[in-house]
C-alpha cells in the first residue's frame, strides 16, 4: 500500500526549482537522482526551503543517509505519539528498521540480511501484542506497483532539467517506499513468522459437529503469555483464506481476546455440501456454542465482520444463544434483500459469486477473476433476449445456486428464515453496532437490520456508524482519501478494525464505549468535515421536505417543486423492451462526482436553488403515481445534489419492482389502464451538507439494462419473460401530485 503524505506548501517553495545532474535519455541514472536530492537536502540544511521531517526521511534513505534517517523518524514516531496517533506512527517501522539494518551493514560491515533480522528483532521484541500487529501490517505492500511508479517517474523526469521541490520530494517518497519495502517483502515474512510463534499458540484444523450432523472446521489463536480464559471474538466466514483466518485471529488475540474464525459449512476441512445463506442460523450459533464451552474460552462470545460474516452474525443472533453477548455486523447482506436481489429485482452483479465460493472448499479466484467474460455475459444475455433464467446457458456453465434462488422471487419463507425477521428482532437483547456507507451497495440490508431491530424492540441497545464509504472501506482500517472520485472529509477517517475491538471491550469487558459512538445514530456529514450524532434516523434528517414532480420546465429539465400542484398533470414516458441499444438512466455511484450529467433516459427533475446552506441526512422516499397499460415494471430514482458550479454529485438512490413496492413478500400486480400509487422507502442513507446555490436534481426512469432481469411487464415470472413479451412497448403516465420526501434541514449559524 502507497503512503500519502499531504504536504502544505507556500508559494515560494514551490517555485524552487532543483536541477536534475544532466543525463541522456531512458530513465534518470541512479547518481543523477541522488545527486538532485543531494541538492534538496543542502536547501534545507542551509535554510532555503523548508519541507516536512517525513519528506526529510526519505531523502535521507534515498541518499544512504541510514543513521540520520533514523533520528529523524524517531523524531516523527516521539511527536505522533505524543499527539495521540500512534497509529500513524507504526507505518513508520518497515522504514526504521531498513534504515537501521543498513546502518549496521555500512558501519560494522554485518550482512544486510543479519543486520535486518537483528533490527526487526529488536524492534519488535520491545512492544507489546497490539503494537507489533498494527507495526507489521506495514510491512505488506504492492511492490510491484510502486516499483512500475517509480520507474514511470524516472522515466518522465529523463527529460527533464529541473523539478519542483514537491515532485522532488513525491520522488523520493517513491524512491525510499521501493528500497524499504523489496527488504520488507523479502525478508519480512519469515521474521513475523518467527516473532508470531514466540507470541500465539495457534491451532488450525479444529473441526467440531453441528445438531444437524455438519462439520465446521475453525482457526484458533491465543497468546502464549497470556493463557487463562478469555472471551472469543469470532468470525464466520464463507471466504476461507488460512492467510486471512491467521491474520484475523492473531488480530483478535493480540487485543486480549481468544480469535476464532470458523469456516462457512463445506469450505476447508468440511466435508458437507456448500449452500450459501441457507445453514448460517444453525452452522453460526453452533460455532457460538462451540466456541464457548471450549477449555480456553470464559463462555462469552462477541461476533463481528462484514459482509456475509456481518449476515452471519445476525443468523447467530436468531438463535439467541446465551453465549452471545454482541455482535458488531459491518456492511452485513441480507439474503433476499441486498443480493441476489434487491426490491425483487435480480441483479448481474455478483453473477460470478456463486463460483467464487461454491466451487471448492477455498476460494475460486480464477474463475471470478474473469471480469471480461462477466461483463460480457451480461451482454451477451441482453442482447440476446432470453429469459433471465437461462442466462447460465449463455454463459454455457450451469449456474445451480442462481437457479435455486430465481424460484423464490419474492421474499419469502425461503428468505426469512436465514436471518432474523419481524418478531426475530423482539427477541435480540444483547447490544449491537452496525457499520456501513454511504455508497455501500448493501446498505439496505445493514439500514434494514437496524431499522427492524427498533421496530419491534424500542428499548434496543443498537448503535449505527456510517459515512462515506464503499463496501470495502466500511470494514477497512484506513479509508481511501477519494472514493469514486469524491475526496472524503479528513474527519471521517477511523479505523473500523479498531472501533469492533473497543465495542467488544465495552461491552465484554466493562471498558468505555468508543468515542464516535454518541448516539444511537453516529454520521458524517460530507461537506462539512463533522460527525453529528442522533436518537434515531428519523431524528437525524430533522424534519423533511416534500418535492413534486412538477411539468414546469426548468433549464433543461422539469421543476421539482416545494407546492403541490393545484391542477393535476401527466407525464408520459414509453419503454421499448425489444430496443437493446439504449438502456435507462444508470444508478451506479461511479464516479460520485460529475462535472455534469446528461439525462439521456427518464424523466429529471430539479429544485430551486437553496438560498442558504441545508443539510440532507437519512433515507429519502415517496410514492409515485402511475398509469400503464401492462401489468408491471421496474424503477429507479436517482436523487443528485447539482452545485453552483455545474457539477453533480450522487446522493442516494431507489431501485425496486412496482408490485412489490407495499410488500417485498407478496405481489400485486398492476391492472392496465387504471391509475396505481407506488409507495417506496428503503433507499440508501446519506449525510451531505449542501451549499447556498446547490439544488437537487432527480431522475425517475424504467430499469432496462443488461445488469438486471428485464421486466416485460406480463405478470408472469420475471426470470421466465423475454423478448418475445417486448412487441408491445411500455406506455407509463406519471402523475405530478408525486412526490419525494427528502430530509432536508437549514443550517443554522452559530
Request: avoid cysteine; proline fraction near 5%.
Amino acid at each position: 500500500m502507497l503512503i500519502v503524505v499531504l504536504l502544505i506548501w507556500s508559494g515560494s517553495a514551490s517555485a524552487q526549482q532543483f536541477e536534475i545532474p544532466r543525463q541522456d535519455g531512458g530513465a534518470v541514472p541512479e547518481v543523477a537522482i541522488t545527486g538532485l536530492f543531494d541538492k534538496v537536502i543542502a536547501s534545507r540544511e542551509s535554510g532555503e526551503v523548508e519541507f516536512p521531517d517525513a519528506s526529510f526521511a526519505h531523502l535521507q534513505i534515498a541518499t544512504g543517509r541510514h543513521a540520520d534517517a533514523m533520528g529523524t523518524i524517531h523524531a516523527i514516531v516521539r511527536g505522533l505519539v505524543d499527539a495521540g496517533e500512534a497509529r500513524r506512527a507504526d507505518r513508520w517501522m518497515p522504514y526504521l528498521v531498513y534504515a537501521q539494518a543498513k546502518a549496521m551493514e555500512s558501519g560494522s560491515g554485518i550482512p544486510f540480511d543479519t543486520a535486518y533480522g537483528r533490527a526487526f528483532r529488536e524492534r519488535f521484541g520491545n512492544t507489546d501484542d497490539l503494537a507489533a500487529n498494527h507495526a507489521q501490517y506495514w510491512f505488506t505492500a504492492d511492490l510491484d506497483r510502486a516499483r512500475a511508479d517509480l520507474d514511470g517517474a524516472l522515466k518522465e523526469h529523463a527529460s527533464i532539467r529541473s523539478v519542483s521541490l514537491p515532485d522532488a520530494l513525491e520522488l523520493a517518497r517513491q524512491y525510499a517506499f521501493v528500497e524499504a519495502h523489496e527488504a520488507a517483502t523479502r525478508l519480512g515474512p519469515a521474521l513475523i513468522a518467527e516473532h508470531e510463534q514466540a507470541r500465539y499458540i495457534v491451532e488450525e484444523n479444529h473441526v467440531f459437529t453441528t445438531e444437524q450432523g455438519a462439520t465446521l472446521s475453525a482457526v484458533v489463536v491465543r497468546a502464549r503469555k497470556q493463557p487463562e480464559r478469555k472471551p472469543v471474538a469470532l468470525l464466520f466466514t464463507i471466504y476461507t483464506d488460512l492467510g486471512q483466518h491467521l491474520q484475523q485471529a492473531k488480530q483478535a488475540a493480540a487485543r486480549g481476546y481468544v480469535g476464532v474464525v470458523v469456516d462457512a459449512r463445506g469450505k476447508r476441512l468440511s466435508t458437507d455440501r456448500i449452500v450459501p445463506y441457507e445453514h448460517e442460523v444453525d452452522d453460526a450459533n453452533a460455532a457460538v456454542d462451540w466456541a464457548s464451552r471450549q477449555p480456553w474460552s470464559n463462555g462469552e462470545v462477541g461476533m463481528y465482520g462484514g459482509s456475509y460474516s456481518g449476515f452471519a452474525a445476525w443468523a447467530a443472533a436468531k438463535r439467541g444463544h446465551r453465549a452471545l453477548k454482541t455482535i458488531v455486523p459491518y456492511v452485513a447482506a441480507i439474503p433476499g434483500q441486498g443480493l441476489p436481489m434487491e426490491n425483487n429485482i435480480f441483479l448481474s452483479a455478483n453473477y460470478g459469486w456463486a463460483f467464487f465460493v461454491a466451487n471448492n472448499r477455498f476460494l475460486d479466484s480464477d474463475t471470478y477473476s474473469q471480469r471480461e467474460r462477466w461483463k460480457t455475459l451480461d451482454e451477451k444475455w441482453f442482447k440476446s433476449g432470453r429469459p433471465y433464467r437461462e442466462i447460465d446457458r449463455v454463459d454455457g456453465t450451469p449456474n445451480p445456486l442462481l437457479q435455486r434462488w430465481l424460484l423464490h422471487p419474492a421474499y419469502d419463507a425461503y428468505w426469512q428464515a436465514m436471518v432474523p425477521y419481524r418478531e426475530d428482532f423482539s427477541r435480540i437483547d444483547i447490544p449491537v453496532l452496525s457499520i456501513t456507507g454511504y455508497y455501500d451497495d448493501g446498505q439496505i440490508s445493514a439500514l434494514h437490520y437496524f431499522k427492524e431491530h427498533y421496530r419491534y424492540k424500542p428499548d434496543a441497545e443498537h448503535y449505527l456508524l456510517i459515512g462515506p464509504y464503499d463496501h470495502f472501506g466500511a470494514q477497512a482500517p484506513f479509508k481511501t482519501p477519494v472514493l469514486n472520485g469524491y475526496r472524503i472529509d479528513p474527519v471521517a477517517q477511523f479505523d473500523t478494525v479498531d472501533v469492533t475491538f473497543q465495542w467488544l471491550d465495552y461491552v465484554m469487558r466493562g471498558g468505555a464505549r468508543p468515542e464516535l459512538l454518541k448516539g444511537r445514530v453516529n454520521y458524517e456529514v460530507m461537506g462539512a468535515n463533522e460527525w453529528r450524532n442522533a436518537p434515531s434516523l428519523v431524528a437525524a434528517g430533522g424534519g423533511s421536505i416534500d418535492f413534486y414532480l412538477s411539468d414546469a420546465l426548468a433549464g433543461g429539465h422539469r421543476l421539482l417543486s416545494k407546492e403541490k400542484p393545484a391542477s393535476i398533470a401527466m407525464l408520459a414516458q414509453q419503454v421499448d423492451f425489444a430496443d437493446r441499444m439504449t438502456f435507462s438512466h444508470g444508478y451506479y455511484p461511479d464516479p460520485i462526482v460529475r462535472d455534469s450529467l446528461p439525462v439521456e433516459s427518464g424523466l429529471s427533475f430539479i429544485s430551486a436553488p437553496f438560498d442558504h446552506p441545508v443539510t440532507i441526512s437519512g433515507t429519502f422516499s415517496g410514492e409515485l403515481k402511475a398509469r400503464i397499460n401492462k401489468r408491471d415494471f421496474d424503477f429507479a430514482v436517482v436523487l443528485y445534489e447539482m452545485m453552483a458550479d455545474g457539477r453533480v454529485m450522487q446522493l442516494s438512490y431507489y431501485l425496486g419492482r412496482a408490485s412489490f413496492a407495499r410488500d417485498m413478500g407478496t405481489r400485486v400486480l398492476l391492472e392496465p389502464g387504471e391509475w396505481t400509487s407506488i409507495p417506496f422507502e428503503r433507499t440508501r442513507m446519506v449525510s451531505r451538507r449542501l451549499e447556498k446555490g446547490s439544488r437537487l436534481l432527480a431522475v425517475l426512469d424504467v430499469v432496462k439494462d443488461p445488469m438486471h432481469q428485464v421486466n416485460y411487464g406480463t405478470g408472469r415470472d420475471v426470470s421466465d419473460e423475454s423478448i418475445a413479451d417486448a412487441v408491445i412497448p411500455l406506455d407509463i403516465e406519471w402523475r405530478t401530485d408525486s412526490y419525494l420526501r427528502i430530509p432536508l434541514s437549514v443550517e443554522r449559524p452559530d
